[in-house]
């Protein structure tokens, strides 16, 4: 930018504009509104204490939710006990990896094949930085965390039905975007079009900014020489003799809006997804395991609950024994802290009343699926220069997403080979058997990059509606069954009451489950106190 | 609450190709199903939990079994369930078209051992949105 996309205009300038017009009351807004954008629900570590002699909490699932749960309890005083479905701590927070294997619904078996320090992570992957629950319980357990790319501009946008299939880069789509809309609304601002709703003032600031933002030249116009400082050059800049570069070309705006790429720009201004995000080195069941260090001792592994009893004094939880089946215990409480997902809680037979049942049963599971795909080489990087992010597609797998770590040094890599959510494609990918997604999501990422079909090894497929532990992906509130539902679901009835992030408004977030855990802890702590 | 996808606002459905089968799977392009047959939409939606012969799958929860389901003598049952969806199940009243879901009733209906012969048609199916 040194030679400036704005000749005899430079960022002072503009700023210079901006106080002369919006004066110091501006800058002192703006702060404002950025230490509001910054606070979370979360606020500081729950300090409870002084749990009432002898009262005891059953908590259903080891998972984030049911995990923070526990640790807060214990720390408070309580008696805390864990039943948990599965033979490992963490639930969906879960990392795939050489070696493990995993038996879906419906009895398909997969054995991961993947090498040693490389993973997948099928459910959670990311953590947005505004996740100040997950973020503090992270730092207070150790666990270590890196960055997470949303947004990687020399990843692609693709379709098939754009620029016959060739897939774009999504810095030329993002840019050329904001030149040509740039271009449009400084045209529309020098003819006087816009008079009647910007002050002439106003309207000098905004032809100078769109100048910025849009890297229009000095006629306003969007032209290669001034966009190739943003998208990059056709021949590079070099070093030495014939160093010149050669400016690139701009997408027409026609071919643009006709592509629907512009449409997968959002996943980058979305509040979740902004930068910066995160994700703990090595996997994301490192924030499980730690939650287990703490809480592991409470925890009875293959329990599967069959039935939740309660009275006015206390909860009776019936469960079998996944490795005996018939065998069945029973485990009292004085309250009970339930985090099953709900279209397994909704076959359970549970004494509950009208409000919370009905809530149980409206809200249903997305669909959602996870394909990793293990490569004898990392091409993406080698070959293409991407280095983490994601690439979005129309084609049925949705995304493909590039490993966040490991850069640059070569060897083997596992990408995230497709991952829908909710779409007609997650479920559709469900429907096959797991060795066939795997196979569709080769097939169609070789669209996108040919070196799929030389460089493929392995795949393992994670199919959220075939999970036995969940029987789907996340809640799946909708704005009429949050206003029908959610304060119901979210209630305490008698002793017991849900947790998870079925019952938050971030579902499929972390950050819902431990918000919910924490609003649960509190309330129940309360109850207990008889406050 | 949808994860934003990029078809989310693509939307360029295209018809779903004759001939299609249970053995080609069927991928589809929008926000909403393209296959058009009873085979074919059980292929591609209903399978995933209730299973290719419809047997259903136990875990912590179960998917229930449409095989030799003596619930789906009443139309009205079925065509229920898919549309608005309960406990589990999701609802596709917005994904499916009244003569997909007629197509998708009247196959589950008839196949995997039961055979109600009362086809449902379309209007049945808007009846009950």
């Not at chain 2, 589990?88 to 078209?97: A, K, Q, Y």
């Amino acid at each position: 930018m040194e030679n400036g996309t704005a000749p005899g205009f430079n960022r002072r300038d503009l700023l210079t504009i901006i106080g002369l017009a919006a004066g110091s009351g501006a800058a002192y807004q703006a702060m404002t509104s950025l230490g509001l954008a910054a606070e979370s629900s979360y606020k500081e570590p729950i300090q409870l204490s002084g749990a009432p002699k002898g009262a005891s909490v059953l908590i259903l699932g080891a998972g984030v939710a049911g995990m923070t749960a526990a640790l807060e309890l214990r720390k408070a005083g309580y008696s805390v006990k864990i039943l948990e479905f599965n033979s490992r701590p963490g639930g969906r927070n879960w990392t795939v990896r050489g070696g493990d294997s995993y038996t879906e619904l419906g009895g398909d078996t997969q054995t991961c094949g993947f090498d040693p320090g490389l993973y997948l992570n099928p459910g959670p992957w990311r953590i947005p930085h505004h996740h100040r629950g997950v973020l503090d319980y992270c730092r207070r357990l150790g666990v270590q965390l890196e960055p997470f790319i949303q947004l990687n501009h020399n990843a692609y946008l693709q379709s098939p039905r754009a620029f016959g299939g060739k897939p774009q880069r999504i810095r030329d789509v993002k840019i050329d975007f904001q030149g040509h809309v740039a271009e449009l609304l400084a045209k529309t601002t020098s003819q006087g079009k816009l008079d009647a709703g910007v002050t002439k003032e106003d309207q000098e600031i905004l032809l100078k900014a769109l100048q910025h933002w849009g890297a229009l030249d000095k006629n306003y116009a969007y032209t290669p020489v001034p966009a190739s400082e943003f998208r990059g050059w056709d021949k590079p800049r070099g070093g030495g003799a014939g160093g010149r570069p050669t400016p690139s070309q701009p997408i027409a705006l026609t071919d643009l809006l006709k592509s629907g790429l512009w449409a997968a720009l959002e996943n980058f201004f979305l509040y979740d997804y902004q930068t910066t995000m995160f994700q703990p080195v090595g996997g994301m069941d490192a924030i499980g395991k730690a939650f287990a260090r703490e809480v592991g001792d409470l925890i009875r592994f293959n329990a599967k609950v069959v039935r939740i009893q309660q009275d006015d004094v206390k909860v009776t939880v019936s469960w079998e024994d996944a490795k005996s089946p018939g065998t069945v215990a029973q485990e009292v409480a004085d309250w009970c802290i339930c985090t099953i997902p709900l279209p397994v809680l909704a076959q359970i037979q549970l004494d509950a009343g009208p409000k919370l049942k009905s809530a149980m049963a409206a809200v249903p599971y997305a669909s959602s699926v996870k394909i990793g795909l293990q490569f004898k080489r990392r091409f993406w990087e080698e070959d293409e220069a991407i280095f983490g992010g994601i690439t979005f597609t129309d084609l049925p797998i949705e995304q493909i997403g590039y490993p966040q770590f490991g850069f640059n040094r070569g060897g083997k890599g596992v990408l995230l080979g497709a991952y829908q959510y909710d779409s007609p494609r997650a479920f559709e990918f469900t429907a096959l058997p797991p060795a066939e997604r795997v196979k569709r999501a080769v097939a169609l990422g070789a669209k996108i990059h040919p070196q799929y079909e030389a460089e493929f090894e392995n795949g393992f497929a994670m199919a959220w509606h075939r999970s036995p532990f969940t029987m789907g992906c996340a809640a799946d509130w909708t704005e009429e069954t949050l206003a029908e539902h959610y304060e119901d679901l979210c209630a305490f009835d008698n002793r017991l009451v849900l947790a998870g992030e079925h019952a938050s408004y971030l579902p499929a977030w972390q950050e819902g489950a431990i918000l919910s855990a924490l609003n649960a802890v509190e309330r129940l702590h309360r109850k207990a106190l008889g406050q | 609450m949808r994860m934003p996808l990029v078809a989310a606002l693509i939307c360029f459905a295209l018809p779903a190709m004759a001939g299609e089968t249970a053995h080609t799977p069927v991928f589809s392009t929008g926000d909403v199903f393209d296959e058009a047959t009873g085979e074919t939409l059980y292929a591609g939606i209903c399978q995933g939990c209730h299973m290719p012969n419809g047997q259903g799958a136990a875990g912590a929860g179960h998917y229930p079994a449409l095989a030799k389901d003596s619930k789906l003598e009443a139309a009205g049952y079925p065509l229920t369930m898919v549309l608005h969806g309960l406990n589990g199940m999701p609802p596709f009243s917005e994904r499916l078209t009244d003569a997909q879901v007629a197509q998708v009733v009247n196959y589950i209906r008839t196949h995997f051992g039961n055979s109600y012969a009362d086809a449902v048609k379309p209007e049945d199916v808007k009846a009950l949105r």
